[in-house]
């Protein structure tokens, strides 16, 4: 079940106050409108109804996609992130034999991270053969555009159907480029043997530095 809470919200432009609603988490299966508009980010937008103007109230949450098996929480703090972990490894080690092995668990630290964690699990993805294949990606960002490297937020993937942009948010904006599927394919062939089934792996944390931890693993093994 979805679980919200009403919220005042304060407009940063004509200073009126209005109710926004505020989802602790969201199954998929029970309000799948919810995980609809969590998908295209306006969950997260609030009408002000003085002016008329849109904020982004950006907030924490657990989304829960029952059908695929997959439980991702957003959290916006390390302490939060600790927390989540702490409550997802407990899950995994559930002595309930119906529940080893049936779900994947993860903790994102943004909305972008949860939005791109989110269209790869729906489209029957690896997400940890993803962070692999935008190592790849960059590498080229970073010999294109070497000044910028150092203002790197985040990268992610977006797109559907198999078409994909990997995009590189930095202190000036984004940059974003075509993403080849062949890239994930060979990535999912070359560390295929370091990479245990999905749901049964105890990855929990897949970002950029659990990707650049498997490589040099790797690179120790040659």
Known sequence: MSVSKVKTITCPKCGGTGDFTVYNSINTKEDPELADKLKDMTLFE???????????????????????GVMIYYVRNDADAEKAVELFRGKENTAAEELKGRYIYRVVRSYRQLKEKIMIFDENMDDRVMELAKLLYLTKFQVEYPALVPEIKES????????????????????????????????????????????????IIVDQNWAMDLVHYKEGEE
């Open 156 to 203: 992610y993937v977006y797109g559907s159907e198999g078409e994909y942009q990997v995009a590189f948010r930095t202190k000036e904006g984004e940059v974003s480029t075509d993403f080849n599927m062949q890239d994930y394919e060979d990535m999912d062939g070359r560390f295929e043997y370091l990479l245990k089934p999905i749901r049964r792996s105890g990855d």
């Open 46 to 68: 609030y009408k002000c109804p003085h002016c008329g103007a849109l904020v982004f109230v950006e907030y924490g949450l657990l989304y829960h996609n029952v059908e695929k």
